[in-house]
């Protein structure tokens, strides 16, 4: 890299996943002898190691490799049968507008703080935590709640989207994400009374960075988070003016090639503390009935759909509930999911809590799955559900039953980014189908 910053103009993108190549090397795979000395001579390495469970020696290398071809061979015909009954599953491609994704396996948005200049610009490290997901996979990459102001950071190492000079440091990282088959997605955000929080790298993690480098905090009444700062109200024109900052934002997205946008109404951050009556006492027209209270979220949806092309879908997370008596609850977030279908919203990303502090959540696998499902059927609207969905079959247990059209894997794609790759294994999908890099098809679980 030398002393230049690496974008998009100097970063060479030959060798990501390119159809072709990915059927030679298939091809290569199956009979190619150059294929089988090249992995004899790994397979004794490996040996050597103590370790070549797949191959015991020169001829063993190639009867494991033809072992497995068979195998999936097998699992080819088992896959046929599944296709006719026509039942959507993990490997299944799905439309939005325009776009396609590969599959229902999605990354949900998940902060790394690590924008460690401050500076919003994504960094070497968000391209490999990025990328290498993209190779694990998943169908669609969120990227991390991005801010469309700097006040509206969770920390100050934040993700951004609020100036032009941002958008070549995100433009490789698309490019990376969208070279290796999965659809570049990205989460814009304004933390409100939740903002200029801590995060590892500056200390105070979860807390109110003290209040000399703290930016202002602005929420829609002066109620503040647990012990957080209290926030300002925030005047109208200072509404119309955050309307704008998303789409701004949105459209330094399009500019950066990303192909989706998610709204992120969710998690007590400004949106959701628009709609939940426990953080919304305005008595104008952002407060109020629910009408009032979703205003706000319309006006930055309306604002995001006149800037991005007709073709790019809309993604709204939200909180299902906030688990808190007199608040925010299932019944709201279904007309409001109803609302945002009608403003041109393609898919509601269905998460819970986060806006009111000091509440239980029966946490606990598939603990949101049924709010997903409740939504899709009762707004009629694409849902995503998240939240501890660890493994293929209860993954794809949820698509095939209709609570959801896509899983998002969180933590588990933390600590794997290959789970999509591991999935397809599990679930009997052949490597000729499931989302392989060509480079690592010789490695195929
Ligand atoms: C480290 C971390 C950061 C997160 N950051 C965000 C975020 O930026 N935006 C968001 O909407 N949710 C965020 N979340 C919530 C996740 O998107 C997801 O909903 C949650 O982790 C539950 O899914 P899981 O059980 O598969 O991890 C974050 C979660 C984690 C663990």
Redesign the pocket.
């Given at each position: 890299m030398g002393g230049d910053t690496l974008t998009h103009n100097n970063f060479d993108f030959r060798g990501f996943d390119v159809p072709e190549l990915k059927a030679v090397t298939l091809a290569a795979s199956d009979s190619d002898d150059r294929g089988a000395d090249a992995l004899n001579g790994d397979a004794d390495k490996t040996k050597g190691k103590g370790s070549g469970k797949k191959s015991n020696g020169k001829a063993g290398g190639a009867a494991a490799r033809s072992g497995k071809t068979e195998k999936k061979g097998k699992n080819v015909a088992k896959e046929s049968d599944k296709g006719k009954k026509n039942k959507v599953g993990l490997f299944t491609p799905m439309g939005l507008r325009d776009v396609t994704v590969r599959n229902r396996i999605w990354l949900?948005?998940?902060?790394t703080y690590s924008a460690f200049a401050r500076d919003g610009k994504p960094t070497p490290f968000h391209y490999q935590h990025y990328v290498s997901r993209a190779f694990g996979g998943f169908g669609m990459i969120i990227a991390?709640?991005t801010a469309v102001a700097p006040e509206g950071r969770i920390s100050p190492c934040d993700l951004g989207l609020w100036e032009d000079a941002q958008i070549d440091a995100w433009r490789w990282i698309v490019d990376g994400i969208r070279n290796a088959g999965a659809v570049a997605a990205v989460?814009l955000n304004h933390a409100g009374r939740k903002a200029s929080t801590g995060c590892f790298p500056v200390g105070y993690e979860g807390r109110a960075c003290p209040r000399k480098r703290a930016l202002a905090y602005r929420a829609p009444s002066p109620i503040e988070f647990g012990n957080l700062n209290k926030p300002r109200e925030l005047s109208v024109d200072e509404i119309h003016g955050i309307v704008g900052a998303f789409a701004a934002a949105a459209g330094r997205a399009v500019a950066a090639g990303f192909q989706a946008i998610e709204i992120?109404a969710?998690?007590g951050y400004l949106i959701s503390e628009f709609l939940d009556p426990l953080c919304n006492e305005r008595t104008d027209e952002y407060g109020g009935g629910l009408e009032g209270r979703a205003r706000f979220l319309l006006e930055v949806v309306d604002a995001v759909r006149a800037t991005v092309p007709e073709s790019m879908p809309i993604l709204v997370?939200v909180s299902a509930t906030d688990w808190a008596a007199g608040g925010w609850d299932l019944d709201q977030t279904i007309v409001v999911s109803r609302m945002l279908k009608e403003h041109g919203v393609d898919l509601v990303d269905v998460?819970t809590g986060g806006i009111i502090p000091g509440v239980s959540i029966p946490v606990k696998d598939n603990y949101q799955v049924p709010f997903s499902e409740q939504v899709r059927a009762k707004a009629g609207v694409p849902t995503t559900a998240?939240?501890?969905?660890t493994k293929p079959k209860q993954a794809n247990k949820i698509l095939t039953r209709g609570q959801a059209d896509a899983v998002?894997?969180?933590?588990?794609a933390l600590r794997d980014p290959y789970w999509p790759l591991r999935a397809a294994n599990k679930l009997g999908v052949p490597v000729t189908e499931a989302p392989y890099q060509p480079q690592y098809i010789r490695g195929a679980f």
């Open positions: 949900p948005p998940m902060c991390e709640a989460q992120h969710a998690h997370r998460s998240v939240g501890l969905i998002e894997i969180g933590r588990a």
